[in-house]
């Protein structure tokens, strides 16, 4: 609880407590903690005088605000038109399967999260994908089950790496 408060404090003062800024400060300290508590959520609306249910509104409406503490990585599928129409549900699918979990929930090792998002910008290459700060475009089912194997990889050899190093 000391560290949300302390956290959450230094970003609000950064803005100087002024309640124009909700979204700046929703938007840091979700980048700082990783997501937003309901007791940050209470303790912006308390330092920025706003009524809790107005945080709320708006740290829900926001795609890259986290309500729920997330997976290791986040894989945030684009769901409008333009990718959609260019394969998005096929590659949809895949998602699910491969990690086998619904859009919306994170596995149960805590390894991934996966949420949609609205147009990030890369429609020229849908359908598209961020894993965690990473974009990948032109996905297809066959791309993304090599993509997720390529993460899964990559922990392995950082895991066995810090085996061998003595720090797990
Ligand atoms: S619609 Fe998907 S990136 Fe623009």
Redesign the pocket.
Known sequence: MEEVLAITDKVVDKYGGDPESLVEVLREVNDKSGYLSREHLARIAERLSQPLSKVYGVASFYSLINLEPLGQHVIRF?Q????HIVGGREVWEALEKELGIPFGETTLDGQWSLLTTS?????AV?P?MMVDDDIHGNLTPEKVRDIIADYREQDERATATAVQGGQV
């Open positions: 684009c409008d038109a333009p990718c147009c990030i910008g890369a429609c849908g598209v």
